[in-house]
Structure formats: C-alpha cells, structure tokens
Antibody, heavy 119, light 112 residues
Framework: QLQPSGPGLVKPSETLSLTCSVS????????WTWIRQPPGKGLEWIGY???????NYNPSLKSRVTISVDTSKKHFSLRLTSVTAADTAVYYC???????????????WGQGALVTVSS | EIVMTQSPLSLPVTPGEPASFSCRSS???????????LDWYLQKPGQSPQLLIY???NRASGVPDRFSGSGSGTDFTLKISRVEAEDVGLYYC?????????FGGGTKVEIK
C-alpha cells in the first residue's frame, strides 16, 4: 500500500512537503511517482525517483520540485518550493514498474492527500 | 510534450447499453517494439485513479472484459460493451511513451 502524509495547509511562498510510505513489497525496481490533481481539474505528472535516487521531473515544475527516496525507511518524498494557490491540489503517490516494458504505467495509486495553499 | 485530447467531455449512459469515447495524441504513441504506449484510467467518485488498459488494448489485472481498448498511432478508443452503474466516473487516457507523462482532460461518464 502507498500512504501519503504531510501538512494539509501550506502558506504561500513556503515549501510543500509530502511523504509516501511503501508498506508492502520491495522499493526496488520501481519508479516512485508523484501526480497531482487541482480541484475539479485533470491530472498532472510531477515526476519520479527510483531506489538509486535517480529522478525525472516535469519541466513545468523542475525548478521548484525535489523528489527523494529513503530505502531504509521505505518511503519517498516530495518537496515543492515557493508554492502559490495554483499548487492547491490532491497529491497522489503512485508506482510504476521499471521492468514490465509498459512504459510509464501506474499500476498502483495511493490515496490522495489534499494540500491547500492559503494564508 | 505530447498533448492528449479526449472527447466527449461528458457522456450520459444507460445501464446495459454500450458506450465509447475517444482519445487523440499530438504525436504517435506507436513504439518500434510494436506497442502503443497509451493507458486508460478510471477515477471513480472520491477515489484514486485505477489502471484499466495499457498498451492501448490490454486489460489490467482484474478489469472486467466489458472494457476494451483499441486504436493505434494517434487515435484511440475505449469501449464499454454494457455499462454498469459502477462504471461511472472520470476516464482518463495517458501517454506512457515518454516524459513528461501527460493525461487527457478526461471524459465524465454518468448514468442518465
């Protein structure tokens, strides 16, 4: 299971931080991914990290985002700096198997975590 | 980036009747390995998205066979042979070929 956690309210210009715990299975052989969905809108891919720490980010967010992994704790994290109201969204963590040859396919999604940016 | 466009935005359906909706990509999703890297996801109300179809036409594990995907290159279709009440929600297509991964805007399926 994937379980996101973190503050539900962040002030403008501050940093959004979320962690996703991988409660079962290996943390190896996957791209651990963050995806977000603003209220009433569609899905936006943020980026991923693998167990070696290799990352790949959406160019639209690249200057503000960091995704990291802690294999010993079996969790991965998202940091988004300098947030604005436009970053208000439900944030999902998801799993993408590296070796299934299905490209960037997300076979398991965690529960969403609503993060509101407001003063 | 690859732009994904879905139609229609909304689709009222009658239980027991078929339904279909479309997805178009701005670039071909056909890989040299012969697979189309196009996924379909269903987001039921209040839930996280779930994988329905990968490679354009392969059902994910546990997905009922009333769901079928077709298409190649830039044009794809998802069909439900007989809609059930539990099929309501938002259907998203997504290109799984290259990053940044991109999603269509979604088709909302609701019961008439």
């Amino acid at each position: 299971q994937l379980q996101p956690s973190g503050p539900g309210l962040v002030k403008p210009s501050e940093t959004l931080s979320l962690t996703c715990s991988v409660s079962s299975g290996s943390i190896s052989s996957y791209f651990w991914t963050w995806i977000r969905q603003p209220p009433g809108k569609g899905l936006e891919w943020i980026g991923y990290v693998d167990d070696s720490g290799y990352t790949n980010y959406n160019p639209s967010l690249k200057s503000r985002v960091t995704i990291s992994v802690d294999t010993s704790k079996k969790h991965f994290s998202l940091r988004l700096t300098s947030v604005t109201a436009a970053d208000t969204a439900v944030y999902y963590c998801a799993r993408d198997s590296i070796y299934d040859n299905r490209g960037y396919t997300f076979d398991y999604w965690g529960q969403g975590a609503l993060v509101t940016v407001s003063s | 980036e690859i732009v994904m466009t879905q139609s229609p935005l909304s689709l009222p359906v009658t239980p027991g009747e078929p339904a279909s909706f479309s997805c178009r990509s701005s670039q071909s999703l056909l890989h040299s390995d012969g697979n189309n890297y196009l996924d379909w996801y269903l987001q039921k109300p209040g839930q996280s998205p779930q994988l329905l179809i990968y490679w354009g036409s392969n059902r994910a594990s546990g997905v009922p066979d009333r769901f079928s995907g077709s298409g190649s290159g830039t044009d794809f279709t998802l069909k439900i042979s007989r809609v059930e009440a539990e099929d309501v929600g938002l259907y998203y297509c997504m290109q799984a070929l290259r990053t940044p991964v991109t999603f269509g805007g979604g088709t909302k399926v609701e019961i008439k």
